[in-house]
């Protein structure tokens, strides 16, 4: 399991995960809820293609020419042979979501191979209070969507970008592939009483997350009731 922040903090979340191939999911129940369909914008079926690293399963083909910029000097695209085809079921986060009783989405994590964008337009009203989403900014995997559409998507719902890392060690100078963080926009009205509608949650996600100057700009704009108490946290990067 990857880890997404410190272990400290897990039990402060409820995770659900999604695995759509059974003996996978099988694993994951033991600790976790798990929704055992695959994800994307609407109920359907959907190949997904197994690839020798698990890493790089995904609904799409791995392509050639993007892995040869991604890494030149290596043999690194003999992991992502393929070597199943599985036709699978698939669900929104929405329905998934509605189905298990959740009212409200406070963290939200999709790396999903290309598949990102389709899933997140699955969405319906779980409006995240951070979301962190794997963007190829050069296509990995074939006839995916361009970064931006899915940049555009995020914006229109009032999303504004507050972080970004590299993920991988690339040889190439150019940014192949990274985790891209949202939060809602606080210049917004409607990103504004989002984030007012979960202060305690937005502020515990900004602090284990290392948001700690942001998190001091919009207390003090939004007047957050425990702002003076974030006014004075230490920022143990830039401090």
Known sequence: ??????????????????????????????????????????NCIKKLYVTRTPGGTSMYK????G???YNPYDNYFRLYDITDEIDVECTTIKDS??????????????????AEYEILKGIGNYLPLLIKI???????????????EMLNYIY??????????????????????MYMFFMP???????????????NEFIFLMLIF????????????????LNSNISKIRDKFFD
């Open 1 to 42: 399991k990857e880890q997404h922040f410190l272990e400290k903090y897990e039990k402060f979340f409820n995770p659900i995960m999604v695995e759509p191939i059974p003996s996978e999911a099988e694993k994951l129940k033991k600790k976790y809820t798990v929704i055992e369909k695959g994800l994307w914008s609407t």
């Open 62 to 65: 791995p392509w050639k020419e």
């Open 67 to 69: 892995f040869d910029l």
């Open 97 to 114: 979501l509605d189905n298990l009783n959740i009212r409200e989405l406070d963290y939200l994590k999709i790396v999903a191979q290309g």
């Open 134 to 148: 794997g963007a190829h900014i050069f296509p990995l995997y074939k006839d995916i969507p361009n970064w931006t």
């Open 156 to 177: 229109k719902l009032d999303y504004m970008l507050c972080s970004w890392e590299k993920t991988g060690s690339h040889t190439t100078q150019s940014p192949m592939h």
């Open 185 to 199: 926009n606080f210049l917004t009205e409607k990103g504004k009483d989002l984030i007012l509608s979960r202060e």
């Open 210 to 225: 290392g948001q700690v100057r942001l998190l001091q700009t919009i207390s003090k704009k939004l007047e957050f009731k």
